[in-house]
């Protein structure tokens, strides 16, 4: 759990950065601000997206490190 911290709190300031700059550009231009559900809806998306990227990453070191045990074998 400790290890995963970092990568926790990383995606926890990536998400409210991307929050606030998608409210920005939404207030710009529809000329007002996002309210609460959308904020909401961005913020679902957002978390469903980079649980899509953790778990392609995830899955590429696990190959990796299942292919260097394997080679190391032979």
Known sequence: MLRSLPYIAL???AIAACLLGISW???VWLGRHLGFGEL???CVLLLIVLGGVLSVRRSRSRRKIE???DSALW
């Open 40 to 42: 909401a809806v961005a």
């Open 11 to 13: 995606a926890a300031a």
């Open 25 to 27: 550009l939404m207030s």
């Open 67 to 69: 292919d260097m045990r």
